[in-house]
């Protein structure tokens, strides 16, 4: 059973448009959740991040939003750039502590964003 | 470089053979994991240790598994006998507060091929 689920495996965009990357869990003990980035034969480098305490973060172009009763957060990179194509995983973990598996990050099985010169 | 180092980059066995993985973790790191990717899918969790401690272990390390990190800095992995549908990607990654996966640093990963 998939606790994090990105629907979507690919993404094209136009260079200087909106990517929108969305990310959806079942599990209600997560509450921080990250996005990461990964180019091939690299691993995945760290992206974002945002609380289950908030319903946005932003860094520079890019910005995470999160609907907790929708159990949906989404990726938004604006303006795209040819340099973020990538693959795009998002990830969550439970409150620290709460017990076993608290440490660990459950991962989607990731977006590939292709952003078209 | 200062960040997570693993070696070998590939390795490509026979099955049946043990292979061992290292792990360099970015050196003031005190959390080191160890997660599986495996084509089409995302990072799978296998291992986590703080310090020389191994703290949680994911049903997915069966028996021919093992992880050790003796002094708390650099961490091995090794399989024993192993089979095809080991052949993953074996990435380590480290990270430093009270929230332990946040900003987790991750390697380049040691890319295994069982033939």
């Known amino acids: 059973d998939q606790q994090v689920k990105q629907n979507s495996p690919s993404l094209s965009v136009q260079e200087g448009r909106i990517s929108i990357l969305n990310c959806d869990y079942t599990n209600s003990m997560f509450d921080y959740f990250l996005w990461y980035k990964k180019y091939p034969a690299e691993g995945p480098t760290f992206l974002i991040s945002i609380s289950s305490i908030k319903d946005k973060n932003e860094d520079g172009r890019f910005t995470v939003f999160l609907n907790k009763s929708a159990k949906h957060l989404s990726l938004h990179i604006v303006p795209s750039q040819p340099g973020d194509s990538a693959v795009y995983f998002c990830a969550a973990t439970p409150r620290i502590n709460s017990g076993a598996g608290s440490y660990q990050l459950t991962f989607g099985k990731g977006t590939k964003l292709s952003v078209i010169p | 470089d200062t960040g997570v180092s693993q070696d070998p980059r590939h390795k490509i066995t026979k099955r049946g053979q043990n292979v061992t993985f290292r792990c360099d973790p970015i050196?003031?790191?005190?959390?080191l994991y160890w997660y599986r990717q495996t084509l089409g899918q995302g990072p799978e969790f296998l291992t986590y240790?703080?310090?020389?401690?191994?703290?949680?272990k994911s049903r997915l390390l069966s028996d021919r598994f093992s992880a050790e990190r003796p002094k708390g800095s650099f961490s091995t992995l090794e399989i024993q006998r192993t089979e095809q549908g080991d052949s993953a990607m074996y990435l380590c990654?480290?990270?430093?507060?009270?929230?332990?996966?946040?900003?987790?640093?991750f390697g380049q990963g040691t890319r295994l091929t069982v033939v």
């Open positions: 240790f703080q310090n020389e401690a191994q703290l949680e």
């Open positions: 050196s003031e790191h005190n959390r």
């Open positions: 990654a480290s990270s430093l507060g009270a929230r332990g996966n946040t900003e987790a640093f």
